[in-house]
């Protein structure tokens, strides 16, 4: 599956965004989906995923009850919303495929497919 991430931007701190990532392909809802981020200096580390029906959602300490991952298997596209954004969440984005379609991992070796990145910048 090829991935697209899009949606990335500048925005002040405490404001709001939505990253999207489409997915070319037929099998998308096979696929478990994650995101994550990779800010300046700093090793990529997971976000968040979603499970092929969406039912299951994982994330990542620092951005619980911020960030909320979501899917439209309809579109092959899985969406990212990040409110109350900080500077610190300040990174380079991307989505990933894993064929764990029910419990996607929190690890980068779990996942199969990459986006390009989307980058994110929050001002202070």
């Known amino acids: 599956v090829q991935l697209q991430a899009s949606g990335g931007g500048l925005v002040q701190a405490g404001g709001s965004l939505r990253l999207s990532c489409a997915a070319s392909?037929?099998?998308?809802?096979?696929?478990?989906m994650g995101w994550f981020r990779q800010a300046p200096g700093k090793e990529r580390e997971f976000v968040a995923a979603i499970s092929w029906h969406g039912r299951n959602t994982y994330y990542a300490d620092s951005v619980k009850g911020r960030f909320t991952i979501s899917r439209d298997n309809a579109k092959n596209t899985v969406y990212l919303q990040m409110i109350s954004l900080k500077p610190e969440d300040t990174a380079v984005y991307y989505c990933?495929?894993?064929?764990?379609?029910?419990?996607?991992?929190?690890?980068?070796?779990?996942?199969?497919?990459w986006g390009q990145g989307t980058l994110v910048t929050v001002s202070s």
């Open positions: 990933a495929a894993d064929r764990d379609a029910l419990r996607p991992g929190v690890k980068e070796w779990s996942y199969d497919s």
């Open positions: 392909g037929r099998t998308f809802s096979s696929y478990g």
